[in-house]
């Protein structure tokens, strides 16, 4: 049996964090192929240092010169990332940073499976929900991406105008009969404008808007508070540590609340199903659990590279599934084609809505008019409890 009565602890890390500054350029990068050409092929990698980026990989266009052109753009494309997130440090600017542009031609070998609607590579992926927050998600990780969001809000709009663009946050909560209720602990780590501030300079300014995004109550005499516990933090972002893509995949899922196949999503186009059915999982397991049929959901599918279906989908709801587990798994692959052409399909994957999964999570987010977060819809529930 499950545990009811625990300390639960999940981070996120903001858009200016080195790791992030990579996966935002790798996304961006994808959004403008897909821009281009809707079945562009794209694994781009970012690799961020001191006043320098490289990015690499492999792309595809049906058209080779325009392939030639979208490549010579690739470095404004770095820049207009980069000062958006808002760098404009000695050490990492966006105006004088040094880039480097590695992408090629996708390799022959690789596209044959893909171009015979096979999956892009093997691989297994998860996707969860439970009814801890409104959208679905974990608490720990939803919170504290929360926090970072609304940090970043009040800093470019320059409410806030000290802070800068690199930060953590690190939520404990402390659950009673399976229900998040109180904050133990509240970590934030954020880069700032002067020495001359402290820590407790920094809390002040910081600590109105967590207590704005947490919900009330959760916040006690008891919450222990770690804000910039280090003290300065004045050089942040790749100017401070080297980024790289995909080094943040527990703060892109569930926050170490559910298992996670291993594969990272930024930089990568939806025929590769490290990411497109990660998406897919998460919006089953959603779908499962907004339709009542569990209170919490975990979805495993499979796949091996060129082959089209799914070689199995696993599911378990944890003790709390009004139904049998087998006939949750049967439902799912009645009511949603899992092949990789199915899916992007049915979540109307290839487009280009990539660049703004890039920080503060891939899943919790509301659905957008253009179809951004198609993943989040929960539009198959009459669909399951039929299927059931």
């Given at each position: 049996m499950?545990?009811?009565?625990?300390?639960?602890?999940?981070?996120?890390?903001?858009?200016?964090?080195?790791?992030?500054?990579?996966?935002?350029?790798?996304?961006?990068?994808?959004d403008?192929?897909?821009?281009?050409?809707?079945?562009?092929?794209?694994?781009?990698?970012?690799?961020?240092?001191?006043?320098?980026?490289?990015?690499?990989?492999?792309?595809?266009?049906?058209?080779?010169?325009?392939?030639k052109?979208?490549?010579e753009?690739?470095?404004?494309?770095?820049?207009?990332?980069?000062?958006?997130?808002?760098?404009?440090?000695?050490?990492?600017?966006?105006?004088?940073?040094?880039?480097?542009?590695?992408?090629?031609?996708?390799?022959?070998?690789?596209a044959?499976?893909?171009?015979?609607?096979?999956?892009?590579?093997?691989?297994?992926?998860?996707?969860?929900?439970?009814?801890?927050?409104?959208?679905?998600m974990?608490?720990?990780?939803q919170?504290?991406?929360?926090?970072?969001?609304?940090?970043?809000?009040?800093?470019?709009?320059?409410?806030?105008?000290?802070?800068?663009?690199?930060?953590?946050?690190?939520?404990s909560?402390?659950?009673?009969?399976?229900?998040?209720?109180?904050?133990?602990?509240?970590v934030?780590?954020?880069?700032?404008?002067?020495?001359?501030?402290?820590?407790?300079?920094?809390r002040?300014i910081?600590?109105?808007?967590?207590?704005?995004?947490?919900?009330s109550?959760?916040?006690?005499?008891?919450?222990?508070?770690?804000?910039?516990p280090?003290?300065?933090?004045?050089?942040?972002?790749?100017?401070g540590d080297?980024?790289?893509?995909?080094r943040?995949i527990?703060?892109?899922?569930?926050?170490?609340?559910?298992?996670?196949?291993?594969?990272?999503?930024?930089?990568?186009?939806?025929?590769?199903?490290?990411?497109?059915?990660a998406?897919?999982?998460?919006?089953?397991?959603k779908?499962?659990?907004?339709?009542g049929?569990?209170?919490r959901?975990t979805?495993?599918?499979?796949?091996?590279?060129?082959v089209?279906?799914?070689?199995?989908?696993?599911?378990?709801?944890?003790?709390?599934?009004?139904?049998?587990?087998?006939l949750?798994?049967k439902?799912?692959a009645?009511?949603?084609?899992?092949?990789?052409?199915?899916?992007r399909?049915?979540l109307?994957?290839?487009r280009?809505?990539?660049?703004?999964?890039?920080?503060?999570?891939?899943?919790?987010?509301?659905?957008?008019?253009?179809?951004?977060?198609?993943?989040?819809?929960?539009?198959?529930?009459e669909?399951?409890?039929?299927?059931?």
């Open positions: 499950s545990r009811l009565d625990y300390v639960f602890t999940s981070e996120s890390v903001s858009e200016g964090h080195p790791d992030k500054v990579c996966d935002r350029i790798s996304d961006a990068v994808l403008a192929f897909l821009t281009e050409e809707p079945n562009a092929r794209v694994a781009c990698e970012t690799f961020a240092t001191t006043n320098r980026v490289v990015v690499g990989g492999e792309v595809g266009l049906s058209d080779r010169k325009k392939l052109d979208m490549l753009g690739v470095e404004q494309i770095v820049r207009d990332c980069v000062k958006d997130i808002g760098y404009e440090q000695d050490e990492f600017h966006w105006a004088t940073l040094k880039v480097k542009n590695h992408l090629h031609k996708q390799s022959a070998h690789i044959q499976g893909v171009d015979r609607d096979g999956a892009g590579d093997q691989g297994i992926m998860f996707g969860y929900a439970c009814r801890e927050t409104p959208e679905l974990p608490a720990p990780i919170y504290s991406h929360a926090i970072l969001r609304r940090l970043a809000e009040v800093r470019k709009s320059g409410q806030e105008p000290t802070l800068r663009p690199d930060a953590k946050s690190q939520l909560l402390r659950y009673e009969g399976g229900k998040p209720v109180e904050v133990t602990s509240i934030l780590s954020t880069q700032h404008e002067s020495e001359s501030q402290s820590s407790d300079d920094i002040a910081v600590e109105p808007y967590i207590r704005e995004v947490l919900p109550g959760w916040i006690t005499r008891k919450t222990e508070w770690w804000v910039n280090t003290g300065t933090f004045v050089i942040g972002g790749p100017d080297a980024g790289l893509t995909g943040k527990i703060v892109d899922t569930y926050g170490g609340a559910a298992p996670h196949g291993g594969g990272a999503f930024s930089g990568k186009d939806p025929t590769k199903v490290d990411r497109s059915a998406y897919a999982a998460r919006y089953l397991a779908n499962v659990v907004a339709a049929l569990a209170d959901c979805l495993q599918v499979s796949y091996a590279i060129g089209a279906k799914p070689l199995s989908i696993y599911v378990d709801t944890h003790g709390t599934g009004q139904v049998d587990e087998a949750i798994e439902a799912v009645e009511v949603m084609d899992l092949t990789p052409r199915g899916i399909e049915h109307q994957l290839n280009p809505i990539y660049a703004r999964t890039s920080a503060y999570g891939h899943f919790g987010r509301a659905p957008e008019a253009d179809g951004g977060f198609s993943w989040e819809k929960t539009d198959l529930i669909a399951l409890k039929k299927a059931v």
